[in-house]
C-alpha cells in the first residue's frame, strides 16, 4: 500500500523553527514530485513549496520564499520542508503528496494540487505565543 505520512509538526513561537518530514512507505520517489501543501480553518488549501522527482528544483510560494526550504533525502524515500522564521500566519495544517511525472517533467514540480496522486494524512502546525 502506497503511503506517504507526515511528522514534525507542532507548537511554536513565532520567529521558531520547525522540520516537517514525508515519509514514503510501499514505494520510492524516484518519479515523484513532492508537494507541501497547507490548510488554515476556514481556508482553501494552498500550495507551499515543491520539488522536482530528478534534479531537486524547487518553486515555492511568494508567502515562504526566504523562509521555508525543502529537501529531499539522496535515498528519495523522505522529504523536508525546513519552517524558519514562522509567523502566526503559518498556522495550518500541513500536508505533503506526491505527483508521479513523465520523464520530460522530472525538472518541474506544481503548486497546484490536482495533479497529485498520493497525500499524507496531514501534520499541525501552531505558532503562537
Known amino acids: 500500500q502506497l503511503q506517504l505520512v507526515e511528522s514534525g509538526g507542532g507548537l511554536v513561537q513565532p520567529g521558531g523553527s520547525l522540520r516537517l518530514s514525508c515519509a514514503a512507505s510501499g514505494f520510492t520517489l524516484d518519479h515523484y514530485a513532492i508537494g507541501w501543501f497547507r490548510q488554515a480553518p476556514g481556508k482553501e488549501r494552498e500550495g507551499v513549496s515543491c520539488?522536482?522527482?530528478?534534479?531537486?528544483?524547487?518553486y515555492s510560494a511568494d508567502s515562504v520564499k526566504g523562509r521555508f526550504t525543502i529537501s529531499r533525502d539522496n535515498a528519495k524515500t523522505t522529504v523536508y520542508l525546513q519552517m524558519n522564521s514562522l509567523k502566526p500566519e503559518d498556522t495550518a495544517v500541513y500536508f505533503c503528496?506526491?505527483?508521479?511525472?513523465?520523464?520530460?517533467?522530472?525538472?518541474?514540480?506544481?503548486?497546484?494540487?490536482?495533479?497529485?496522486?498520493?497525500w499524507g494524512q496531514g501534520t499541525q502546525v501552531t505558532v503562537s505565543s
Open positions: 520539488i522536482s522527482s530528478s534534479d531537486g528544483s524547487t
Open positions: 503528496a506526491a505527483d508521479w511525472v513523465p520523464e520530460y517533467m522530472a525538472t518541474d514540480c506544481r503548486l497546484h494540487e490536482v495533479p497529485y496522486d498520493y
